[in-house]
Nanobody, 124 residues
Framework: QAQLVESGGGLVQAGGSLRLSCAASGRTFSRYVMGWFRQAPGKEREFVAAISWRGGSTAYADSVKGRFTISRDNAKNTVYLQMNSLKPEDTAVYYC?????????????????WGQGTQVTVSS
């Protein structure tokens, strides 16, 4: 069973950048599809990005495409989310998640493992 720990959140001005990291425990990290989700106050958790086992395939929400980049380093059991050109509407708690199917799922219910979340706040 994987355990996930996010880091890298914080307060940034609009137009700025942050890089989130998600460190995973367990020896089978390379067999997990990893995803990032976010949840703003009063809103449902929404998909941000996902990456395949070896990093060859990625998927993004339309709202972040071209601004965010998901990547992974299986040797370090870590997945990253580089966020550029941040907007106030990107403010949310960001969660990393994992599952062991092949598809890059976009719905939270398909993910088995979750981190505790890290807060990202973008000021205008």
């Amino acid at each position: 069973q994987a355990q996930l720990v996010e880091s890298g959140g914080g307060l940034v001005q609009a137009g700025g950048s942050l890089r989130l990291s998600c460190a995973a425990s367990g020896r089978t990290f390379s067999r997990y599809v990893m995803g990032w989700f976010r949840q703003a106050p009063g809103k449902e958790r929404e998909f941000v990005a996902a990456i395949s086992w070896r990093g060859g395939s990625t998927a993004y929400a339309d709202s972040v495409k071209g601004r965010f980049t998901i990547s992974r380093d299986n040797a370090k059991n870590t997945v990253y989310l580089q966020m550029n050109s941040l907007k106030p509407e990107d403010t949310a708690v960001y969660y990393c998640a994992g599952h062991q199917e092949l598809l890059l799922h976009r719905i939270p219910e398909k993910y088995d493992y979750w981190g505790q979340g890290t807060q990202v706040t973008v000021s205008s």
